[in-house]
């Protein structure tokens, strides 16, 4: 703070002569600009004294301390007494030699502070020809892995071409962020701009926005062409009743019809069908995304070391904190909630606000939102969480919008929770084709269900208010304020284990109210001698108009509606493991050629044995049991956001069981678009082979 006294009559000479050159308009303007435009860093205060008049100025705390260069020796010094608070500081100079050797450093310090820009500069081109040898010799067959030439598939077994592609890729995203980026919008710019300097051009425009109708029904008409060309079986068309009355219950459920996007929906399902036809008809789809998720999962395995250090060689044998006697609940605690996962939990919370800290997934956040809100026109944090998704589980997902929960929308909230019921992690994908279930559809479940979620949110509940989390509001979304890197990977295992706590006690909570449920109702029907009859049978019975329009044939109907209402009532651990082993017995028949016996009727079933009699069922059951979305995940979602953003408990416990029925949608929509384009024909690989290529 300085005081400046100066005499009366001095600024009053200046006050007359600032007059003499203003009129006294533009002396009322610049009186008030002076304290806004001209000194915006400055707070000043004019008192009278009577003898003189006082100036008070508070000035901006400046970057340098002093002017003798040592800023940063102060700073040090600063934070070694607050460091030390209420300790008493030793006296005396200290060592010579110590004296002496901190000089040294201290000149050093200061010289490379002042040449920060080329000490940088030195180290990263060092580093890019390290780099560049690295990548030499990895491309010699004497030293190296050659990306060239590609064995068999291309995703998997050649390290060389996957290192080729992500040195690529870097090149290409280091160009664009320097030079194309900006080159692309001052082009795009221009080009805008001489459009719309003429007449012909906006009318050119106007064209444009008043018939874009025209391009919709033109892509709408491709899909419809692409189906009738390629899809040859007569019952695939069933299907297409599904895909319909979805969207028409959808509508007729949604909280805000008349706030829906069409396009947003409209444009989700196309996206969803040509993930479909990529991963179900192409091989090097299926490829694709087979490597994606091997990949996610070598990484998530990772949290093991931890696993085994904290609980031992054998902690998969064990469940987090107790062990339960219930056989469904220890089904459902082992595969979800066993100290593996909550390890994977921890593992993942730290690393992802790590990358926050570091800037990262702000980064990746912001390029998913920009193409997502280009293509569906959805937000920023709900495309991340969607895309997430596929490779991570529900109570992972929302680890990387982590800052956003608290400022999304309601609408949003209810994405993110549609998305985690709808799709399913890579983690657990292995478990399923462990069982029997055919790999490929089950990767393409998971694939197709994004794009599904996001729709399906949209239209159950639209958006009603303006998002906070747009791509300008994600690409500034401060840092977290941690010191360190280490700060933030403990702050962040912190807190993810908030999250396990509150996941094993909703766990609990839901599923033994399911249990309580499932006894009371098979008690009252044990008094007319219907003693299977249960809250899972009465879900069968509820979904056995759904199996039949998503296309499967009526003698499964009964089969399949039950299985389904499993996976909605319990989960889908166990709904995948009776379609495993009914999967297994029908493949055992085909091969002993007894299965023709057993459909016609000439050997009778065994007691107390199920069986799915078309292929296709098998297929579309592996589409509708795809998912989380049980009543048990919902008391995990509920958790695990409750966490991130406590103050909005009360709008995602409104939300939840809407959300639920969505992802279930999700999972039927999928489920009638993979029996549309499903041909036996057109598999690519015999699921045996599949299963034991990822299991060798």
Not at 284 to 295: I, R, T, W, Y
Not at 546 to 562: E, M, N, V
Request: charged letters at 15%; a neutral charge; glycine letters at 8%.
């Amino acid at each position: 703070m300085t005081k400046v006294t100066s005499s009366p009559d001095v600024l009053e000479l200046e006050e007359v002569r600032s007059r003499k050159l203003r009129s006294p308009i533009e002396d009322t303007q610049s009186a008030k600009l002076s304290q806004t435009y001209e000194n915006s860093g400055f707070v000043n205060d004019r008192t009278d004294t009577g003898s003189g008049v006082i100036i008070t100025t508070n000035l901006p705390e400046s970057d340098n301390k002093n002017d003798n260069g040592h800023a940063d020796d102060d700073d040090d010094d600063n934070d070694d007494q607050k460091d030390n608070v209420g300790f008493e500081k030793l006296t005396g100079d200290g060592d010579k030699v110590g004296l002496v050797v901190l000089k040294v450093r201290d000149r050093l310090v200061r010289l490379i502070a002042k040449r920060k820009k080329i000490v940088v500069y030195a180290l990263k081109v060092l580093c890019l020809i390290g780099f560049i040898i690295y990548f030499a010799f990895v491309n010699t067959k004497k030293y190296g892995t050659p990306a060239f030439p590609i064995d068999g598939n291309i995703f998997s077994g050649n390290a060389g071409f996957a290192l080729f592609i992500l040195v690529v890729f870097a090149v290409f995203i280091v160009l664009w962020e320097k030079f194309l980026g900006n080159a692309a919008d001052r082009a795009h710019d221009y080009l805008i701009k001489s459009i719309r300097s003429t007449i012909s051009g906006r009318r050119f425009i106007e064209l444009l926005y008043r018939f874009s109708w025209v391009g919709h029904i033109l892509v709408f008409l491709a899909v419809a062409l692409y189906i009738g060309l390629t899809v040859r079986r007569g019952s695939n068309y069933v299907s297409l009743i599904g895909v319909f009355t979805l969207i028409i219950l959808g509508t007729l459920g949604s909280k805000y019809p008349h706030r829906i996007r069409w396009q947003t929906i409209f444009y989700s399902f196309i996206i969803q069908f040509l993930l479909a036809a990529i991963v179900i008809r192409l091989e090097v789809g299926f490829q694709f995304f087979d490597f994606l998720g091997k990949e996610v999962s070598k990484f998530i395995s990772n949290a093991e070391a931890g696993a085994v250090f904290v609980f031992g060689e054998s902690y998969e044998d064990h469940f987090y904190v107790f062990k339960v006697g219930a056989i469904q609940l220890e089904i459902f605690l082992f595969i979800g909630f066993s100290p593996k996962v909550t390890s994977i939990i921890i593992f993942l919370g730290s690393v992802i606000n790590m990358l926050y800290y570091l800037g990262v997934m702000q980064y990746v956040i912001g390029k998913i939102a920009w193409l997502m809100q280009k293509c569906l026109n959805t937000t920023a944090a709900e495309s991340m969480n969607a895309a997430a998704n596929i490779f991570v589980g529900m109570s992972e997902a929302p680890l990387m919008i982590m800052p956003l929960v608290p400022t999304m929308t309601t609408s949003e909230l209810h994405a993110v929770l549609v998305g985690g019921f709808a799709t399913m992690a890579g983690s657990v994908l292995a478990t399923f084709i462990f069982f029997g279930v055919p790999a490929n559809h089950l990767i393409a479940a998971s694939v197709m269900a994004a794009p599904g979620a996001l729709g399906f949110a949209k239209l159950l509940l639209p958006e009603t208010h303006k998002s906070k989390t747009s791509w300008e509001t994600v690409k500034n979304v401060p840092l977290p304020d941690q010191h360190n890197v280490i700060d933030a990977l403990m702050t962040g295992a912190g807190n993810a284990l908030k999250i396990c706590g509150y996941l094993i006690a909703n766990l609990i909570a839901f599923i033994s109210v399911l249990r309580f449920l499932d006894v009371t109702i098979a008690w009252f029907f044990s008094l007319v001698h219907y003693p299977e009859v249960n809250f899972q049978y009465i879900l069968g019975l509820l979904f056995y108009p759904f199996a039949l329009i998503i296309g499967i044939p009526l003698k499964d109907c009964l089969l399949a509606s039950k299985l389904i209402g499993i996976k909605v009532s319990l989960n889908e651990f166990i709904a995948y493991q009776e379609l495993g082993k009914i999967r297994g017995l029908r493949d055992q028949w085909i091969a002993d050629n007894t299965f023709p016996l057993y459909l016609n009727g000439t050997i009778p079933l065994p007691p107390n044995t199920q069986m799915l009699w078309n292929d296709s069922s098998v297929v579309i059951l592996t589409y509708a049991l795809c998912g989380f979305a049980n009543f048990g995940s919902m008391g995990i979602a509920l958790a695990t956001l409750g966490v991130f953003a406590p103050q909005r408990r009360r709008a995602l416990i409104k939300i939840a069981p809407r959300a639920l029925i969505g992802g279930n949608m999700v999972s039927l929509m999928t489920a009638s678009i993979a029996g549309l384009l499903y041909e036996p024909r057109a598999v690519v690989e015999s699921v045996e082979k599949l299963n034991t290529t990822l299991f060798s």
